[in-house]
Structure formats: C-alpha cells, structure tokens
C-alpha cells in the first residue's frame, strides 16, 4: 500500500511538474490538456454515480451548466472571489439534484432519460431568465482567474494547474468513499438491492447522496471551465458533449476503476482532436465511434484495466 501511494505521489508531481515544461510553450496543446482534464474530472463524477451508485446519467449536462452560471453570476454580481464562485458552483449543482430525487425510483434506462430531460429544462430555464442569465445572449467577460503570490493564473499553465489539482481532490475523494463502510454498502447493493435493504442498509438515502457528490464534483468544473474560456451561453453551458464525452471516456478508460476515467479523457479527446481530426476534419468522430466499439468488444472493462491485466498488476 505504501509503495503504491508513493508511486501515484510520484505520478502527480510530474504531471505538475513535467508537462508545463513540456507543453508551456505552446498554448494550444495546453488548451486541449485542460479541456481533457476538464472532461476527464466529469468522467470521473459519472463513474462514481455509476459505479458506487448504480445510476446511469445522460444529464450530467444540467449539473455543470448549473455550476457554470452559479458561479458566474455570484462572481460578477455579488462579487464573490473566484475561490468561494468555485464551490458555490458545486453547491448550486447539487442542490439542483434535489428535483431530480423522484427519479430514484427509476431503474436503467429510464433513471437515464428522466435525467436528460432535467438537462433540457434547465437549459430552456437559463435561456428563459434573461434578467439573471442574460437569456440566448449569453454572458460575457466572466472575470478570470486571478494573481495569486505573484503569479498569474489566467493563463493555460494556471489554469493547467487549477483544474489538475480539482481532479486530483476528487480522485482523492472517489477513493475515500469507494473504500469506506458507505462505498462497501453500495457495491453490496449491486449484488442484491434487497439483501441490503433486509441488513438495515437505506440504499435510496446512499443512491442519493452519489447523486449530490456527483453532482457537486461536476458543478465545480463547470464553475472552474466558466472562468477558464470568460463566456457562457446556455446551448454551451448545457450541451449534450458535457455529457456524451464524459460517457465515453469513462467506458473507455474503465469506469469501474479510479482512475480510468480520467485517463480515459486524456486519451480520448487527445487523440480524436491531435490525430482524428487531421486526418479527417469532417467526421472524425466516427473513427473514435469505431475506436470506442472495438473497446466495447474486446476488452468491456476498459483500458486501464486491460493494460493492468497484461502487466500483471492486479492491485494497482
């Protein structure tokens, strides 16, 4: 256990490190990491709602825009730092899953889809409220991220910095619960729903506080990605990609797995934006489409899990 805590300390220091000494000089590489570290942290909050709490999403769009507007607004109109905009954000977004409580009591697909309706009413809502939201028109010069001890966070290496850190926290958090008594419960309700209700285990009470983690963790990125590109409009801030691509990179990288989600986003959209789109500009997706299916079939459980079955590394 030792020895692994080492190595993943090790890890993280040379992604803080070793890649802004890498790729600090040019600014577009450091856009795509920071949006794949972005896509890669909501990856990791729909793992965690599917893993621990058995509940497939397809409304994880709802959560970040809610966390992006929450924590603009606030910054810009109640002049809230940056730092508390952040949190808010995660707060905002899991309050707004109180009104998704009533679709607990739906299973599979159908969680799914009352999930993704919450998505569409919450972005006609911000497209509604013009006075608070600026309605289709959006909001502009969202403040950025500031100096802090003389440095500049504003830029991609900052930024780079922020949104690493917010990952790291929650991968932090997403191990503390799946090996807590709470996380032992949940993965026990995957087995039998009712044998764990019958040993006193109130699993809607648990299902819903994954709900809210999930939901908070993916408010903060929406908050964090608000002041990273200083604009918001509602058909962004709510856009199917906050949800499909998080889908995606979890199922590709093993979302029953930590850190395979995260990995899975840096790969995924890597790849597909540095590679796939400059051999075919025009529907490039359909080669991660093709990518993602043969993942599917030939190794389901993903691919941190597949590269740690053929190294031999069964704790990892």
Same mark, same amino acid.
């Given at each position: 256990?030792?020895?692994r805590?080492l190595?993943a300390? =090790? =890890?993280v220091?040379?992604l803080?490190?070793? *890649?802004?000494?890498?790729? $600090? ?6 856009s795509? *990491? ?5 896509i ?5 909050? +729909?793992?965690?709602?599917g893993?621990l ?9 709802a959560?970040?825009?809610v966390?992006?507007y929450?924590s ?19 707060v905002?977004?899991?309050? %707004? ?16 889809l009352a ?5 569409h ?8 409220w013009?006075s608070?939201t600026?309605?289709?028109? $959006? ?16 830029g991609?290496? @900052?930024?780079? +910095? ?5 990952? /790291? ?7 503390? /619960? !799946? ?14 729903? &009712? ?18 983690? %999930?939901?908070?963790?993916?408010g903060?990125? $929406?908050?964090?990605n ?6 918001l &409009? ?5 856009? @199917?990609? +906050?949800t499909?691509?998080?889908?995606v ?9 930590i ?15 540095l ?17 993602? @299916?043969?993942?599917?079939l ?5 691919m941190?899990p597949?590269?740690?079955r !053929?190294?031999? +590394?069964r704790?990892?």
């Amino acid at each position: 256990m030792r020895g692994r805590s080492l190595s993943a300390l =090790v =890890v993280v220091l040379a992604l803080y490190a070793l *890649v802004p000494v890498a790729l $600090g000089g040019n600014l577009y590489l450091m856009s795509m *990491v920071v949006a794949a570290l972005t896509i890669g942290g909501i990856a990791l909050a +729909w793992a965690l709602l599917g893993n621990l709490g058995g509940l497939v999403s397809f409304g994880h769009a709802a959560f970040f825009g809610v966390g992006s507007y929450a924590s603009a607004i606030l910054v810009m109109k109640a002049g809230w730092p940056i730092a508390a905009g952040l949190l808010a954000g995660g707060v905002f977004a899991a309050v %707004s899953a109180i009104l998704m409580l009533p679709a607990l009591r739906l299973r599979g697909p159908y969680f799914a889809l009352a999930v993704l309706a919450y998505a569409h009413i919450f972005r006609i809502i911000a497209t509604e409220w013009k006075s608070l939201t600026g309605g289709a028109g $959006g909001i502009a010069n969202i403040p950025r991220f500031p100096v802090v001890l003389g440095y500049d966070f504003s830029g991609k290496t @900052g930024a780079y +910095w922020i949104v690493l850190t917010i990952v /790291v926290l929650f991968v932090l958090v997403y191990d503390r /619960v !799946r090996n807590s008594d709470y996380g032992l419960a949940l993965r026990a309700m995957h087995d039998s729903e &009712e044998a764990t209700r019958v040993v006193g285990v109130n699993s809607t009470l648990l299902k819903a506080a994954m709900l809210f983690l %999930s939901a908070f963790m993916t408010g903060v990125l $929406g908050a964090f990605n608000a002041h990273y590109i200083n604009f918001l &409009e509602p058909d962004y801030a709510f856009s @199917g990609l +906050w949800t499909m691509l998080p889908i995606v990179a979890a199922i590709f990288g093993g979302y029953r797995t930590i850190t395979g989600p995260v990995l899975g986003a840096l790969v995924v959209y890597l790849v597909d934006q540095l590679v796939f789109k400059e051999l075919m500009p025009i529907g490039h997706q359909i080669i991660l489409g093709a990518l993602l @299916g043969a993942m599917i079939l030939f190794a389901p459980a993903g691919m941190l899990p597949a590269l740690l079955r !053929r190294r031999g +590394w069964r704790h990892a």
